[in-house]
């Protein structure tokens, strides 16, 4: 198999339930590109992109909501017990995806780029892949995640997990094979030790991660220095969130590391003292980022810091090609809104959102009590009415 020239690209494929995502999100923390390709189709069919026509030409309008979006639980009761629907349906999506990859690789300055894809051997994606990672995690341990994190019921689990491949198949044609079958720590060795075994001259390149000047650097005067974590970082991070947290579970070590298969932290440091002052919570996904939590020591200079922590995550989106950046705060959040009018952000709704990702981001962000605050960062789109 051949990547595209000049790049190192990880094929990352695995059944429901076996940690894809996290898997991804780690090599993203190590310096890859990552990108979601299952997403991608979800975009690739969304009002106003190339594939949403088609589709409805296919299946009927009955499949729209009220907002003229594809209802993709209405497109699944169709395809998932019709092979031909299915391979109908794939046959749009598959090829608009296959685009939308090779414009995001060619696009980004990362060596190393990793495709997760619950299709990627089936749709032709491996074939653009120079190593095929699979995640495994025995089935009952699927069926747990399925019922507890997505709301399945455990029919509805197995129901699912039967729909798919086996993971015998996935595995006879890995090159590599991440087992998920214990802690986070263990995936984390699991990848951290794969990653040292890429192409010395590539990982060396990947790693070299854009740096936004420090204020110093710029002839300014700041009290803060910013940097992005990493896992190593995870004690320091549980002592500055269990000094914010008034109650509830104390945070530690362990469920920083698990978190960082979820998100990823900005910290905010003492430029004197080198003291973790506060920190960002934020993730990148389907081209969005997602802003989660701002938090700050009591006395620390909020306008500075967040504008400080907000201007490297933004440098870092740019760098992985979003989109948007999305606020996510709680209707009382103690920062004041001037702060982040200027920087661009505005208070917004659904309705304000005339992108279907955009919505479906914002929804599936937005706690009871919060509200959003958004920021264009690209006008252009990847997946672009033909």
């Known amino acids: 198999m051949s990547g595209t020239k000049n790049k190192y690209i990880i094929g990352l494929t695995g059944n429901i339930g076996t940690g894809k995502s996290v898997v991804r999100r780690m090599l993203g923390h190590l310096g890859a590109y990552g990108i979601d390709a299952d997403a991608l189709g979800h975009r690739a069919i969304a009002k106003g992109a190339p594939g949403y026509q088609p589709v409805v030409d296919l299946f009927g309008r009955w499949i729209l909501n009220s907002e003229g979006q594809i209802e993709r639980s209405r497109l699944a009761k169709i395809v998932f017990d ?103 720590e263990k995936i984390w060795k699991q990848v951290y030790d794969a990653w040292n075994k890429i192409p010395a001259n590539i990982a060396e390149v990947a790693l070299e991660t854009p740096v936004t000047p420090t204020a110093a650097e710029e002839g300014l005067e700041s009290a803060f220095d910013v940097r992005r974590g990493s896992p190593r970082d995870a004690a320091e991070i549980a002592l500055l969130m269990h000094q914010m947290q008034s109650t509830g579970k104390a945070v530690n070590r362990a469920d920083v590391i698990e978190s960082f298969g979820e998100k990823a932290y900005m910290l905010l440091y003492n430029q004197s003292s080198g003291d973790l002052l506060g920190l960002m919570t934020w993730q990148v996904e389907n081209l969005i980022t997602r802003v989660f939590d701002i938090l700050l020591l009591p006395g620390v200079f909020a306008a500075e810091a967040v504008t400080r922590l907000l201007q490297q995550v933004e440098e870092e989106s740019k760098v992985l090609q979003v989109e948007a950046c999305m606020i996510f705060m709680p209707e009382q959040h103690g920062i004041s809104e001037n702060i982040l009018e200027k920087l661009g952000y505005h208070r917004s709704s659904l309705a304000d959102l005339d992108n279907g990702a955009w919505q479906e981001a914002a929804r599936e962000g937005l706690d009871a009590g919060q509200v959003l605050y958004m920021k264009v960062l690209r006008t252009q789109r990847v997946l672009r009415p033909i």
């Open 82 to 184: 019709n092979p031909a629907a299915l391979q109908a349906l794939e046959g749009i999506i598959h090829p608009l995806v296959s685009r939308a990859v090779d414009l995001l690789i060619r696009r980004t300055p990362h060596q190393i780029v990793v495709v997760e894809a619950i299709k990627l051997l089936e749709s032709g994606l491996a074939a653009k892949c120079n190593a095929v990672w699979v995640t495994y995690t025995p089935d009952s341990a699927q069926v747990a995640r399925l019922v507890e994190k997505r709301g399945m019921t455990q029919a509805e689990a197995l129901s699912r997990i039967r729909m798919q491949s086996s993971q015998k198949d996935k595995i006879s044609k890995a090159d590599l094979v991440v087992i998920n079958d214990a802690s986070f």
